[in-house]
């Protein structure tokens, strides 16, 4: 099936040493220019942070949810020149963290009355697929903008609803979504590396105009919502993968928020 009517631009990687930008978000992800495909998203989320800490000069970044895997090494986060604290709900999956990063435990939904807490203490906060199964996103994002220092940035990863695909996990019983998932992606199985954890898909949705406001009440001005489409669990599916293609791709190319299968949500707090 031939999708070059369609006007999709190739896949593309970015430099975390690109010369700085001018100082809006809106302008940080024009300067980036991000493909309409999530694979873009998963290929560049690394750098994204990395130009975002250089472009912002963010020097203590707190990793969401990081646990058992934290997108660095204690060597690598000194050696892009900022300092990495993972933060996780559970202490099991902070036993799991590699030596030499710091760690911290609590909810980022919770109260923040936590032991670990340094409110104002990250000049970055970043997540990858953890938002979905978060209660209490609303106040989740009220959280990070007390936990950022004045003029910090947040970035969450997360999938989005209505995608067919998350719809679909979404309304089955815990049980067969895990069977499917574990189907899929064997690594993902109870007792690998990525296990399966239920998953809420509280605000999580691709559409600016719905995320914005509540984005605002949680005290953040400025809001980047970058939106993307398609998504790799028909790769093994010859026919289906092709159409499930032609589909994300006709939805890319209109701008159809429902169908949005992932997300960034790229905020920054004021400077005072």
């Known amino acids: 099936m031939?999708?070059?009517?369609?006007a999709v631009k190739p896949m593309q990687t970015i430099s975390?040493?690109?010369?700085?930008?001018?100082?809006?978000?809106?302008?940080?992800f024009r300067r980036l220019d991000p493909d309409w495909h999530s694979q873009w998203a998963w290929d560049n989320y690394e750098p994204t942070i990395l130009a975002l800490a250089r472009q912002f000069e963010l020097s203590h970044v707190c990793e969401i949810g990081g646990g058992r895997d934290p997108l660095f090494t204690a060597d690598e986060a000194t050696a892009h020149g900022f300092s990495l604290t993972v933060n996780d709900i559970d202490a099991g999956e902070l036993a799991l963290t590699p030596p030499g990063l710091r760690t911290a435990r609590f909810d980022i939904a919770g109260d923040l009355s936590e032991p670990d807490v340094a409110r104002g203490g990250y000049d970055?906060?970043?997540?990858?697929?953890?938002?979905?199964?978060?209660?209490?996103?609303?106040?989740?994002?009220?959280?990070?903008?007390a936990l950022l220092a004045p003029g910090g940035v947040a970035l969450a990863f997360f999938p989005t609803l209505w995608a067919p695909v998350f719809a679909l996990n979404h309304v089955l019983p815990a049980k067969a979504s895990r069977a499917i998932v574990h189907a899929?992606?064997?690594?993902?199985?109870?007792?690998?590396?990525?296990p399966?954890?239920?998953?809420l898909y509280e605000w999580c949705r691709g559409n600016p105009a719905l995320l914005t406001p509540m984005l605002n009440r949680a005290g953040f001005r400025e809001v980047h919502i970058q939106r993307f489409w398609g998504h790799g669990y028909f790769?093994?599916?010859p026919g289906l993968k092709q159409l499930d293609h032609a589909f994300n791709a006709a939805a890319a190319r209109v701008g159809w928020n429902l169908v949005t299968t992932y997300a960034y949500v790229v905020v920054r707090k004021d400077r005072a």
């Open 2 to 6: 031939s999708l070059a009517n369609l």
């Open 16 to 28: 975390p040493t690109a010369e700085p930008i001018s100082g809006s978000l809106a302008s940080f």
């Open 124 to 145: 970055m906060m970043v997540s990858r697929m953890v938002f979905e199964h978060i209660e209490g996103v609303e106040r989740a994002w009220a959280n990070i903008h």
């Open 184 to 194: 899929l992606f064997p690594a993902r199985r109870d007792g690998g590396d990525d």
């Open 196 to 199: 399966v954890f239920p998953a």
């Open 235 to 237: 790769d093994r599916m």
